[in-house]
């Protein structure tokens, strides 16, 4: 089976995954609304309107870590991944369609949610400027790079609850620790390192010298995650006798 067919066969069992479609709305329902929601009570002047008026991505990427788990892990879960690798004995190549079928659908979700949460922080809150492209860009492909890494945690650990879990533990795991840490050095560098917390850098456009890591750095690191975990995930998936 060539790399075209594979990619066509995990759309297909992408899209007619029960429910998906829904969760996919809700990536955008759930992003514009917590944004809408943030830029409506926040009483119009914030030290960063644009970054406020993207709230909603914190609450989005919840949602992303399970459109994005579901298909490795409800594969192995009803034992059709057996398949799967019979009819693509390059394990690497299905794992790999999974994850840019992943990061397609989480794009287009992503865009109206972004672009909604933009336009209601334009709405309802002052000091609203140019310069939208990167915090706008930036929060997409925060989406799309959360959902790469929760594809590569699924194939790890292979169950979708405990690779929810775990993505989400992984991601706010590491703002928790820097709260707790009275050092502002060490807190500095545990948000440097930690996937949301140098990711989320990319919204801000106000205070850049106070951040942790710069905006593009910041999503870097996050994109460095997801390629760790993805080829963790590839290496193991070879590796296993299913």
């Known amino acids: 089976m060539n790399a075209l067919a594979v990619l066509r066969a995990e ?30 009570v926040s009483g119009g002047a914030v030290p960063d309107p644009v970054r406020v008026s993207l709230t909603g991505v914190m609450f989005g990427q919840a949602v992303v870590a399970i459109v994005a788990v ?37 794009a287009v979700a992503a865009v109206p949610g972004v672009l909604v949460s933009l336009w209601a922080g334009q709405r309802w809150l002052s000091g609203y400027a140019g310069g939208l492209w990167r915090p706008g860009v930036g929060a997409l492909l925060y989406l799309v790079l959360v959902g790469l890494l929760s594809v590569g945690v699924a194939a790890v650990l292979r169950n979708s609850a405990a690779a929810i879990g775990a993505v989400l533990g992984l991601l706010f795991a590491f703002p928790l620790m820097a709260l707790s840490v009275p050092d502002p050095d060490w807190r500095r560098h ?45 290496l193991l998936t070879e590796r296993r006798d299913s």
């Not at 059709?80 to 693509?88: E, N």
């Not at 140098?198 to 010298?209: I, P």
């Open 11 to 40: 759309w297909t069992k992408f899209r007619t995954a029960p429910g998906m479609a829904w969760l996919l709305v809700g990536v955008a329902v759930a992003t514009a609304g917590l944004s809408a929601w943030a830029s409506g």
């Open 70 to 106: 579901l298909p490795v892990g409800d594969e192995y879960a009803s034992g059709m991944v057996r398949v799967s690798f019979a009819a693509v004995p390059r394990r690497w190549a299905v794992l790999g369609a999974k994850a840019l079928v992943v990061g397609g659908a989480v």
């Open 190 to 234: 545990i948000e440097q390192v930690g996937p949301m917390s140098a990711g989320m850098s990319v919204l801000a456009t106000r205070g850049l010298d106070e951040l942790p890591i710069a905006p593009w750095r910041g999503l870097g690191v996050l994109a460095a995650w997801a390629l760790g975990f993805l080829l963790v995930g590839v």
